[in-house]
């Protein structure tokens, strides 16, 4: 029971850290929402100027609730990037005690470039990527239809190209953790490049709305990260003999532990104790089962001779006879139990009750029992 318990309770605290974590996310989260609440409608005037430079008519709202909804949502998702480093710094604080010590140093930086990149993305698509677009699209319209593009429409175009390049310019770190992890090297991605360039146009069609301009603007510089990628991880490729030293570095760490739970365990007992095997902790345990009713009997026997004082003598010397074999046989058993009980004491550091314990064994035991239990009692003094 106690043993589900203490497993239960390192769960349980993990839970509770990570809803602490998670709280302090949706506060930051809910306090910069309701900083650009009131400022939402000139947010999405400054994210929608490059449509607007673009389409000389106004932008249009079909739905009833969209000129309200549509800034709002724009404020949750901004609010949502603002706070990204944040979150990575909480992820990270989660994280990083179940991590190795060298895995710990190449996170952080890890989390820092892949938060500056994802922002570069960003950047990029609202400076470079919609003018281009914008501008194309505006352009190819058949005659005689005049475009009106939708605030609603236009807002989730957008943030498909905010995630599309966001995620794009994580390239670099990827390419890092691979080379790092050993899975790759720099000269197999090189000679995979052909086939990254073609999944560059894949990828870009399959992120970014259906026009060319976009697809080849996100894929060129998925291209040209990845070869930012492959020049920086020639500084992360690690040799046989440090991946080596860092696992058993890892096995050390995990060994750490379960040497000092091991080493505890056997300090408190002698250097030449010998740990029992199955069938002795299995006799140990009949014994302790035997004791315990003896002790029962006992009880129940000392009633009965209470009640009958006439009987009395005649029942302890037929009982505890020093001539019955079987009596002393159960009384040196009990004494056995007694000595093992003990042994669980001192290793609970229950050092008064071993002591009590230890000194009905002086009283009750043969020799060999006096003996073991006077060396115990001076490694209790000492």
Same mark, same amino acid.
């Given at each position: 029971?106690?043993?589900?318990?203490?497993?239960?309770?390192?769960?349980?605290?993990?839970?509770?850290?990570?809803?602490?974590?998670?709280?302090?996310?949706?506060?930051?989260?809910?306090?910069?929402?309701?900083?650009?609440?009131?400022?939402?409608?000139?947010?999405?005037?400054?994210?929608?100027?490059?449509?607007?430079?673009?389409?000389?008519?106004?932008?249009?709202?079909?739905?009833?609730?969209?000129?309200?909804?549509?800034?709002?949502?724009?404020?949750?998702?901004?609010?949502?990037?603002?706070?990204?480093?944040?979150?990575?710094?909480?992820?990270?604080?989660?994280?990083?005690?179940?991590?190795?010590?060298?895995?710990?140093?190449?996170?952080?930086?890890?989390?820092?470039?892949?938060?500056?990149?994802?922002?570069?993305?960003?950047?990029?698509?609202?400076?470079?990527?919609?003018?281009?677009?914008?501008?194309?699209?505006?352009?190819?319209?058949?005659?005689?239809?005049?475009?009106?593009?939708?605030?609603?429409?236009?807002?989730?175009?957008?943030?498909?190209?905010?995630?599309?390049?966001?995620?794009?310019?994580?390239?670099?770190?990827?390419?890092?953790?691979?080379?790092?992890?050993?899975?790759?090297?720099?000269?197999?991605?090189?000679?995979?490049?052909?086939?990254?360039?073609?999944?560059?146009?894949?990828?870009?069609?399959?992120?970014?709305?259906?026009?060319?301009?976009?697809?080849?603007?996100?894929?060129?510089?998925?291209?040209?990260?990845?070869?930012?990628?492959?020049?920086?991880?020639?500084?992360?490729?690690?040799? #046989?003999? !440090?991946?080596? @030293?860092?696992? $058993?570095?890892?096995?050390?760490? *995990? /060994?750490?532990?379960? &040497?000092? +739970?091991?080493?505890?365990?056997?300090?408190?007992?002698?250097?030449?104790?010998?740990?029992?095997?199955?069938?002795?902790?299995?006799?140990?345990?009949?014994?302790?089962?035997?004791?315990? #009713?003896? !002790?029962?009997? @006992?009880?129940? $026997?000392?009633?009965?001779?209470? *009640? /009958?004082?006439?009987? &009395?003598? +005649?029942?302890?010397?037929?009982?505890?006879?020093?001539?019955?074999?079987?009596?002393?046989?159960?009384?040196?058993?009990?004494?056995?139990?007694?000595?093992?009980?003990?042994?669980?004491?001192?290793? !609970?550091?229950?050092?008064?009750?071993?002591?009590?314990?230890?000194? *009905?064994?002086?009283?009750?035991?043969?020799?060999?029992?006096?003996?073991?239990?006077?060396?115990?009692?001076?490694?209790?003094?000492?």
């Amino acid at each position: 029971m106690s043993e589900s318990i203490e497993s239960e309770q390192p769960f349980l605290s993990h839970l509770f850290e990570l809803r602490d974590r998670l709280l302090r996310i949706v506060m930051l989260v809910l306090v910069l929402f309701l900083g650009l609440f009131f400022v939402a409608n000139d947010l999405f005037t400054m994210v929608a100027r490059p449509l607007m430079d673009a389409y000389p008519g106004d932008i249009i709202a079909i739905g009833i609730l969209s000129p309200f909804l549509t800034p709002i949502k724009l404020a949750l998702v901004a609010s949502i990037f603002l706070s990204m480093p944040f979150i990575f710094y909480q992820m990270w604080g989660f994280i990083a005690p179940g991590l190795y010590k060298h895995e710990r140093k190449l996170v952080m930086p890890l989390v820092i470039s892949s938060t500056v990149l994802f922002y570069l993305g960003v950047l990029f698509a609202y400076y470079v990527v919609f003018p281009l677009v914008f501008a194309f699209l505006s352009k190819i319209a058949p005659e005689g239809v005049n475009a009106m593009p939708d605030i609603a429409a236009y807002l989730d175009f957008i943030l498909t190209l905010f995630f599309a390049f966001g995620l794009a310019f994580e390239i670099p770190i990827a390419t890092i953790i691979l080379v790092w992890m050993g899975m790759v090297t720099p000269e197999q991605l090189r000679k995979k490049r052909p086939y990254v360039i073609v999944g560059a146009f894949v990828v870009g069609m399959f992120l970014t709305p259906p026009d060319i301009i976009s697809q080849t603007l996100l894929a060129i510089p998925m291209w040209i990260l990845f070869e930012v990628g492959i020049f920086f991880s020639r500084f992360f490729v690690r040799t #046989e003999e !440090e991946i080596q @030293a860092a696992q $058993s570095a890892a096995g050390d760490d *995990e /060994d750490t532990q379960q &040497d000092a +739970s091991a080493a505890a365990a056997t300090s408190a007992y002698p250097d030449d104790y010998v740990a029992p095997t199955d069938a002795e902790m299995e006799a140990e345990l009949d014994r302790i089962e035997a004791e315990e #009713e003896l !002790e029962e009997g @006992a009880s129940k $026997s000392s009633e009965t001779i209470v *009640e /009958d004082d006439d009987d &009395d003598d +005649s029942y302890m010397d037929e009982e505890f006879d020093d001539d019955d074999e079987d009596a002393v046989a159960i009384i040196e058993d009990v004494v056995d139990s007694k000595l093992q009980r003990v042994m669980t004491l001192r290793d !609970e550091e229950k050092l008064d009750e071993a002591r009590e314990l230890l000194y *009905e064994v002086l009283a009750e035991g043969n020799e060999e029992q006096v003996g073991v239990a006077r060396n115990i009692l001076e490694q209790l003094d000492s």
